[in-house]
C-alpha cells in the first residue's frame, strides 16, 4: 500500500473513529452541559437525536470511504463529506442558535408591512393562520347584520395564543352570543401596527367591510416604537420585517436565515443607525419621564394620529370606541396609569367611548400579572377578562343589540 494511500486512510479511519465517539456521548445532558440550554431545554433532546443520527452516519461514511479501494476518490470524498457535514450539520443543529423567520409578514409601501393573505406558519412560538383577506380568524359573514372591527397590534392579532378562539375579537363575539347578541368580530390586529398604520388601512380597506363600530386598540409601544421607523424618520424597518422572509424551501433553511441575520447585523454597525437606536424612547422611560421633550413629541405625535383615526371611523359613520391597554409595570408600580388618564380625557373632549383595561384587571383579578404572558400581551386567561370587560361595555352603552 502507497504511503499517501495509508495516510488518506488513517485519516478516515481517525475521523471515524472521533464521529462514533461523539455521536455515542450526544445526550440532551451532554449539550446541557457543553452550551447550556435552560433557554430551550425543551428542544435539547430532539436537538440530541438529530445530532447523534449526523454524527453516527459521518463515522460510517468514513469508515466506508476509508476501504475503498480507488485512492483519488477517496482523496476528493474526504473534501465532499467535510463540506456536506459542514452543511448538513449545520442546518440541522444550528436552528435553535440562530432562529427561524417566518412568512405571515409582507412589505406594503403605504403600512410598512401587513399580514400575507392566506399565509400559513408560526409566529412567536405558535402556528397563526391568516384568511385570504389577510386577517386572523374568520371572513365577513354577510348574513350577520352587526359588525365589530378591531384595530391594533399584537395584542389584537393575538401573539403567543395557539387558537384563533382565544384572541380578544373571537371572545367578545362568543360573549355576546351568549347574551342573545349576533355579532360578528373581525380581527384586524397586526403585530406592530399603530394609529397611523390602522388608519391607512382602515380607509383604503377596513371601511369596505362595514363595521357599526370599531374598537382601536392602543398599547404604550404605540407611541414609542413608530419613532423608531423608515418610513416615519426613524432607523428601522420593524420588528415585524427584521424577522420576515419570503415563501420557499432554501429561504427557510438556517444557512439562508443566518445569512439574513448577518446582512442585518451588518447594517446595525453603521453608526449613524446605532447612534439613533441609543436616542430611541422605550415604553419605561416614557412612562416614568413623561415631561422629556421627546416623551412630550412622542405622545403629541400619538395623539395626533389617535384622532386622525377617529375622524376616518366616524367619516364612514362607525362609532369608535378606544381601548388602552395596560403595560404590567403599571401594576407593580405607583404612578404610572398617567397615559391612561390622558387619553380618557382626550376621548371625554371629543365624546368618544373609552374603555381602560388595566383599571379593570385590578378590580376583576387579585392577580392580574397572571393574566399576561409577558409585559404586555394577555393569555387566554387575559383575553377571557378582557373580553367581559368589553362586551359589558358594548351591552351597557347600547352599542349592540
Known sequence: MAPSDLGSRKVLLAGAAIFALLGFACSASTLGALFGFE???DGAPGLAV??????????????FLAFTPLVHFRRASISL???ALVLVGFEALGAPFIGSD???FIRDPQLGWRLRPGGDDEWLGVSVRVNSIGMRGELPDDSVEQRLLFLGDSVVFGAFLEVDSHTISARVESRLKADAVRAQCLN?????????????????????LGADVVLVHLVLNDVTEPLDLIALGGSEEGFQLDHAREPGFFEGTTWATALRRLRRSSRDDDPRLAAAKAEALGVYEFLRSPSLPASRVAWARHLEELGGLVSAIRAEGAVPVVVSHPYTVQFEVPGLWWPQDAV????????VHFVDIGRYMTSATADPLGAYCDAVHPNAQGTGLIADALADFLLQEGLVH
Open 39 to 41: 433557554a430551550f431545554a
Open 50 to 63: 438529530r445530532g447523534r443520527v449526523i454524527l453516527l452516519c459521518s463515522s460510517f461514511a468514513f469508515g
Open 81 to 83: 463529506l467535510t463540506a
Open 102 to 104: 417566518t412568512t405571515l
Open 188 to 208: 384586524a390586529g397586526v403585530g406592530g401596527w399603530a394609529p397611523w398604520q390602522e388608519r391607512r388601512w382602515y380607509e383604503q380597506e377596513g371601511a369596505a
Open 344 to 351: 380618557a380625557a382626550w376621548c371625554g373632549a371629543r365624546s
